[in-house]
Nanobody
Framework: QVQLVESGGGLVQPGGSLRLSCAAS??????MGWFRQTPGNQRQLVATMTREGSARYVNSVKGRFTISRDNAKNTVYLQMNSLKPEDTAVYYC?????????WGQGTQVTVSS
């Protein structure tokens, strides 16, 4: 059973930075990444990265967020720079292997002055 444990959320002022981390137990996941969700809305893809290092981003975060992986530690990171109030959401770690999806418990990111 794969478990994903996130850390690194919090409150930051507009223009600030945060780094999210997510450690996975068990096997190395083929895809790892991050989604986010605001109240009343569907969970939205933020960024994903394959085991081989191919990254994908939603347009609204390109140039501001950077996803990275450490396969030896089975950990994925999301470096978030130039944060905006509209980035406020619960961020969920995501993993996929053999057509099975895994989710973390979520971590709150709030961007506010």
């Amino acid at each position: 059973q794969v478990q994903l444990v996130e850390s690194g959320g919090g409150l930051v002022q507009p223009g600030g930075s945060l780094r999210l981390s997510c450690a996975a137990s068990g096997t190395i996941l083929r895809i790892m990444g991050w989604f986010r969700q605001t109240p009343g809305n569907q969970r939205q893809l933020v960024a994903t990265m394959t085991r081989e290092g191919s990254a994908r981003y939603v347009n609204s975060v390109k140039g501001r967020f950077t996803i990275s992986r450490d396969n030896a530690k089975n950990t994925v990171y999301l470096q978030m720079n130039s944060l905006k109030p509209e980035d406020t959401a619960v961020y969920y770690c995501y993993g996929q292997n053999d057509d099975t999806d895994y989710w973390g418990q979520g971590t709150q990111v709030t961007v506010s002055s």
